[in-house]
């Protein structure tokens, strides 16, 4: 049966420009395998005439948008956003690792999977590429917990073999054992799929990269996420380990680890050569501007990325990011825009559009993640993942998007004042 929600309609075309109906209808219906799937989108006036037969839900003074999408998460750290440090490195001694070393207890593992998805739906994000930890029963809670939701979400097994600590070092030959038998258990089960997981560079052996690149070749559908380039001392630490590798982006390149549904976080301390690596390959990095600010790590470099066509979309990067709402993550993002690499004021700002923030965050990054016409927008053949949003949610946000005279003004005052209260509704693409 045929569902329609009248609403105003958010979407956006083939080169990512919004696509904005005031009087808007989404009309969805559920394919072959019983998923709902946008079917027509548009203003009510062209839409409704084709649909006599929908069911139609009237959503007065609400926007329709599409489900947001987080391109770098840590499920396990989402008791840790928050915690004081000078920097990467030690926050992950003093407060990631032992947070970590928890998730081999199956029990604490679910506790933490299904807080975690609470607040991604109550944040309006319905996908996200996320890490779990180095235990096995932290992917199973993951994956358990997302297809009880019906949730498209992906994760995978951190692989970290070496300079970790007890509790969640990982041995290099059962780590990539337990790797493929988690492939074979989850990905493309319903709507899950998995993500080959170095932690970063400086964790992995040789022989576990090399592993981890040779399954990625052998299932050559599947994602894989690390880091790179996040802090000064970071990499100077990967020069040390990587003295032949022209840079620590390479290091990845080496070990083929780079193709397309390749996404790294952070990728701030890189060159043109890496971002042009990038777009020869397909590869995404995934931006993360509250974590980056938070943890002091540097800037994210936009315009560099516009210019050589690099791939990127917004990420989290909770708990070094510092909230799952997306429109903290855009906000900053628009900060960042506004700096360069050496946290200088440009001439005269590189100012994001609202509507190209929005984009990053849902059919960017989704196009990003190798998931274009999949999620992330709300054109026909999209999966229906979408947000009720409530541009009156709280009396200054009522009354600035009131005062908005265009779409980019609107945009903008649900960045910069929204937060969760904003996400009225998140409604999932699901049978019946």
């Known amino acids: 049966m045929k569902k329609a929600y009248r609403a105003s309609l958010l979407r956006f075309d083939d080169a990512g420009l919004p696509v904005f109906d005031e009087d808007g209808l989404l009309v969805v219906a559920p394919d072959a395998a019983g998923r709902q799937r946008v079917v027509d989108a548009g203003s009510h006036a062209a839409v409704s005439p084709r649909h006599p037969d929908a069911d139609v839900t009237h959503l007065p003074g609400r926007i329709l948008a599409p489900g947001f999408v987080d391109m770098h998460i840590h499920f396990p750290q989402t008791d840790i956003?928050?915690?004081?440090?000078?920097?990467?490195?030690?926050?992950?001694?003093?407060?990631?690792?032992?947070?970590?070393?928890?998730?081999?207890?199956?029990?604490?593992?679910?506790?933490?999977?299904?807080?975690?998805?609470?607040?991604?739906?109550?944040?309006?994000?319905?996908?996200?590429?996320?890490?779990a930890t180095s235990h096995v029963a932290s992917v199973d809670a993951f994956f358990e917990g997302a297809q009880r939701r019906r949730l498209r979400m992906i994760t995978g097994k951190v692989l970290q073999d070496r300079n970790s600590p007890d509790g969640v070092r990982?041995?290099?030959?059962?780590?990539?054992?337990?790797?493929?038998?988690?492939?074979?258990?989850?990905?493309?089960?319903?709507?899950?799929?998995?993500?080959?997981?170095?932690?970063?560079?400086?964790?992995?052996?040789?022989?576990?990269?090399?592993?981890?690149?040779?399954?990625?070749?052998?299932?050559?559908?599947?994602?894989?996420?690390?880091?790179?380039?996040?802090?000064?001392?970071?990499?100077?630490?990967?020069?040390?380990?990587?003295?032949?590798?022209?840079?620590?982006?390479?290091?990845?390149?080496?070990?083929?680890?780079?193709?397309e549904r390749a996404v790294y976080a952070h990728c701030i301390y890189i060159d043109d050569e890496d971002r042009r690596l990038m777009r020869e390959t397909k590869t995404?990095?995934?931006?993360?501007?509250?974590?980056?600010?938070?943890?002091?790590?540097?800037?994210?470099?936009?315009?560099?990325?516009?210019?050589?066509?690099?791939?990127?979309?917004?990420?989290?990067?909770?708990g070094g990011g510092t909230s799952f709402s997306p429109f903290h993550t855009m906000l900053a993002a628009y900060y960042v825009g506004r700096t360069t690499v050496e946290g200088i004021q440009t001439k005269a700002g590189l100012s994001i559009p609202p509507s190209r923030l929005w984009w990053h965050h849902t059919g960017g990054a989704a196009r990003s993640l190798g998931l274009d016409g999949v999620v992330g927008n709300l054109q026909p053949g999209c999966e229906a993942d979408f947000l009720v949003l409530n541009p009156a949610a709280t009396p200054l946000l009522a009354r600035k998007t009131k005062l908005a005279n265009t779409l980019e003004e609107l945009l903008f005052a649900m960045i910069v004042l929204g937060d969760d209260r904003l996400v009225e509704r998140t409604v999932i693409s699901q049978a019946g």
């Not at 038998?181 to 997981?197: E, F, M």
């Not at 970071?234 to 020069?239: K, T």
């Not at 990095?285 to 210019?307: E, H, I, K, M």
């Open 170 to 259: 990982d041995q290099t030959e059962q780590s990539l054992i337990d790797t493929e038998s988690l492939i074979r258990k989850w990905h493309n089960v319903d709507r899950l799929g998995y993500a080959i997981t170095p932690r970063f560079a400086p964790t992995s052996t040789d022989a576990q990269m090399r592993g981890a690149g040779e399954l990625a070749a052998k299932y050559g559908d599947t994602w894989i996420q690390s880091h790179v380039a996040e802090n000064r001392d970071e990499v100077q630490w990967a020069r040390e380990l990587y003295p032949k590798s022209r840079s620590y982006l390479d290091v990845y390149a080496g070990f083929g680890l780079m193709r």
């Open 284 to 318: 995404a990095a995934a931006v993360s501007p509250t974590s980056n600010l938070f943890l002091g790590s540097g800037f994210f470099d936009f315009g560099a990325a516009d210019r050589i066509e690099s791939p990127y979309g917004l990420a989290s990067d909770v």
């Open 81 to 131: 956003i928050g915690a004081p440090s000078p920097g990467l490195l030690p926050w992950l001694e003093n407060y990631t690792f032992p947070a970590e070393s928890k998730f081999v207890d199956p029990a604490h593992s679910r506790e933490v999977a299904d807080v975690f998805f609470d607040e991604l739906l109550r944040n309006g994000v319905t996908t996200s590429l996320t890490f």
